[in-house]
C-alpha cells in the first residue's frame, strides 16, 4: 500500500502557501489600497484553483468564469469575516463551491441529464465548448460525474481531481470523514458502472 508523505518540493511549496496566505489577510484587514493588493494577490495565488474547481461543477467556460467573478466579489465583501480558524483556501473553495451549487440551482432544468441518456447534452455542450481539450474517455467521465447526487459530486471532484484530504474537506464542508469516504466510494462504484454500462 502506497502512503503518501510530502517530498521537500510539495512542504516548501505548503509552507510558503502559509506565508503567502497570512500576506494576503494581512493586506486584507489593512484596507484601502492595502486591500486591493491583498485581493489581487488572492487572485493570482488562487485564481486557477478556484476555477478548476468551479468548471468541474459547471462545465461551461464561461459559467466557470462568472461563478468565479461572483465569488470573488463575495470573498472581497466578506474578508473581514475571515478569522483564519481554518485554512484560506479551506475558506476560498467553501464560497466557490457554494456559488456553484447555487448556479446550478438557478439552471437545474437546463443541466438535468436523464440517467439512462448514452449521450448526455453535458457530452455535446462539452464538444461545442472550444475551451475543453479532452478525449472520448474524459467525455464518458464527465457525463458520468454529471448522474451523481450533488454531494458525492462535490466529493469525488475535490478527492479526484483537486487530491484533497479528507480531513481539509471535512473542515470545509462541516462532514465527518468517516461519510465523505463513504461517499467517494459510492461516487466511484456508479461512475464504474455508468461507463461499463455505455463502454
Keep these: 500500500m502506497k502512503v503518501y508523505a510530502p517530498n521537500f518540493t510539495q512542504r516548501l511549496m505548503m509552507q510558503n502557501s502559509e506565508i503567502v496566505d497570512e500576506r494576503i489577510?494581512?493586506?486584507?484587514?489593512?484596507?484601502?489600497?492595502?486591500?486591493e493588493r491583498g485581493f489581487r494577490l488572492l487572485m493570482q495565488h488562487y485564481q486557477e484553483r478556484l476555477y478548476w474547481q468551479i468548471r468541474r461543477m459547471v462545465y461551461d467556460h464561461e459559467d466557470?468564469?462568472?461563478?468565479?467573478?461572483?465569488?470573488?466579489?463575495?470573498?472581497?465583501?466578506?474578508?473581514?469575516?475571515?478569522?483564519g480558524k481554518s485554512k484560506l483556501y479551506t475558506w476560498l473553495y467553501r464560497i466557490a463551491t457554494n456559488e456553484a451549487i447555487t448556479?446550478?440551482?438557478k439552471k437545474k432544468q437546463t443541466l438535468a441529464t436523464p440517467l439512462d441518456a448514452g449521450e448526455s447534452p453535458l457530452a455535446n455542450r462539452l464538444r461545442a465548448d472550444e475551451h475543453f481539450d479532452g478525449d472520448e474517455a474524459q467525455l464518458k467521465l464527465m457525463a458520468a460525474i454529471e448522474t451523481l447526487p450533488d454531494k458525492q459530486k462535490l466529493v469525488?471532484?475535490?478527492?479526484?481531481?483537486?487530491?484533497m484530504s479528507y480531513a481539509d474537506m471535512s473542515e470545509m464542508l462541516g462532514t465527518s470523514e468517516g461519510a465523505l469516504k463513504a461517499s467517494f466510494h459510492h461516487a466511484v462504484k456508479k461512475i464504474e458502472g455508468f461507463v461499463a454500462k455505455y463502454d
Design 25 to 35: 489577510m494581512s493586506l486584507l484587514r489593512e484596507g484601502g489600497s492595502h486591500a
Design 64 to 83: 466557470a468564469n462568472d461563478v468565479l467573478q461572483n465569488c470573488f466579489i463575495k470573498v472581497f465583501r466578506s474578508s473581514h469575516t475571515f478569522e
Design 103 to 105: 448556479f446550478l440551482n
Design 156 to 163: 469525488f471532484n475535490l478527492r479526484y481531481f483537486d487530491e
